[in-house]
């Protein structure tokens, strides 16, 4: 069946390193990307998203790529701090507004 | 208000018990969603309710049963839980429920009920 998936389960970086977390997708048809920080305890947060017209956008501290040709997304972490130690999870969103998540990258930052 | 918010936080229950979790956000949204999140897992959709009528059932056991009372509350209630279902279930919102043509509506999650079944 169509599945989003992610290649790494753990991720450790310096603290002031930048972050790259990878998303692969398998649905050609979609057309709509979110990534979510899920903290310990806490619910998913958006953190930013993408429609596949694009295949870059930028927020504060936070780029999402997707390359429709070999269907990979990524998001990228300027000058990773401790806060931003959690898991990361790309979401696809269907017609209709559901959101199928894909299985998520513990990102581990070291001080 | 931007916040949706969960009650408990923490319910223990045994398999014999009727529990009750509860949702409420104030941002006016009219789609709610209910969550199963297990451990080290992504988040799977079990509920979806559109201006408070259920929309989509992701196949989910008789023994959970949602009920939408009105348009800022969601609840999820439980009956004949088995250890299984032991999780953490979160509530979303979003303003309605988007689709390509017309939008795509943010969801903002609650904290989550984390819920064991002995």
């Known amino acids: 069946g169509e599945s989003v998936g992610l290649h790494l389960p753990t991720l450790s970086v310096q603290e002031g390193d930048n972050s790259i977390i990878n998303c692969a997708y398998s649905?050609?048809?979609?057309?709509?990307f979110i990534w979510y920080k899920q903290e310990s305890g806490k619910g998913p947060q958006f953190i930013i998203d993408i429609r596949s017209n694009m295949d870059k956008r930028q927020g504060q501290r936070v780029t999402v790529l997707l390359n429709k040709t070999v269907k990979h997304l990524s998001l990228q972490i300027a000058a990773t701090q401790p806060g931003d130690s959690a898991v990361y999870f790309c979401a696809e969103n269907n017609a209709g507004n559901m959101l199928t998540f894909g299985g998520g990258t513990r990102l581990m930052v070291k001080p | 208000d931007t916040e949706v918010t969960q009650t408990p936080k923490h319910l223990v229950m045994g398999m014999t018990n009727k529990k009750s979790l509860k949702c409420e956000q104030h941002m006016g949204h009219r789609a709610m969603y209910w969550y199963k999140q297990k451990a080290k897992k992504p988040p799977e959709l079990m509920f979806v309710?559109?201006?408070?009528?259920?929309?989509i059932n992701e196949s989910v056991p008789s023994r959970f049963s949602p009920e939408c009372p009105n348009s800022s509350l969601l609840n999820l209630h439980l009956h004949a839980l088995q250890p299984e279902d032991s999780a953490l279930y979160l509530c979303a919102s979003s303003q309605e429920l988007g689709s390509r043509i017309r939008s795509y509506n943010e969801q903002f999650f609650g904290p989550g009920t984390r819920l064991t079944v002995l």
């Open positions: 309710y559109s201006y408070e009528k259920l929309s």
């Open positions: 649905n050609s048809a979609s057309d709509y």
